[in-house]
């Protein structure tokens, strides 16, 4: 995948199949194709935006998309301390591509999925904050992201995880509310 990625936390566990049996015949009425891989993952492509709530853009340029289970939620390095209870579950949903088209429409998907799954949104990485990092600049761009999430309704935790090097880092997860509210915002975008 070289498009951006959410995550969707559960809190109550349900087997991918039992997902996948629930949101198969909802996708259908608005994407095509709608498949199972090999893998068991679901790849599907949007055909219809306005079922979404998207009504300013068509599906061109659109690329495919996918659902999977994320094997890593919960993580022994990840700080639940924010979540009673913690996350017993995760979903990886993704872009197959980049660029606006596909970030506004993962983003919209991303919020009908919280709300059919009662999900929280793992946002993978700082919303607003540049990318590639500038360690010249970090602070300062922290500080920046913090202010512009905050100044959105909703609620947004961060949570710290280890990078590998030793070092902690935050991602932002936050509920539905938040998502409705960022995708209005004049710069949205998603980490990628």
């Not at 709608?34 to 679901?42: N, P, R």
């Not at 994320?70 to 995760?90: L, M, R």
């Not at 999925?113 to 919303?127: E, K, Q, S, T, W």
Request: with cysteine.
């Amino acid at each position: 995948m070289v498009g951006p990625a959410v995550g969707l936390w559960l809190f109550e566990h349900l087997s991918f199949q039992e997902i996948r049996v629930s949101v198969l015949p909802w996708l259908e009425t608005f994407c095509d194709p709608v498949e199972i891989e090999k893998s068991g993952d679901l790849a599907f492509r949007v055909r219809e935006p306005a079922a979404l709530e998207v009504h300013t853009l068509t599906a061109t340029g659109a690329g495919m998309f996918f659902l999977s289970e994320d094997e890593c939620i919960p993580a022994e390095d990840e700080d639940y301390s924010a979540f009673s209870p913690p996350p017993v579950q995760g979903l990886v949903l993704a872009a197959g591509v980049s660029g606006r088209v596909n970030h506004t429409l993962l983003g919209h998907l991303a919020l009908a999925f919280a709300c059919r799954l009662n999900a929280l949104i793992d946002f993978d990485g700082v919303l607003g904050y540049p990318t590639p990092r500038d360690q010249t600049r970090e602070v300062a761009d922290l500080d920046r992201a913090r202010a512009l999430v905050a100044s959105l309704p909703g609620t947004v935790r961060e949570v710290a995880y280890d990078t590998g090097g030793g070092d902690r880092w935050i991602r932002h997860v936050g509920d539905q509310e938040f998502l409705s509210a960022w995708l209005q915002h004049p710069h949205f975008h998603l980490v990628k």
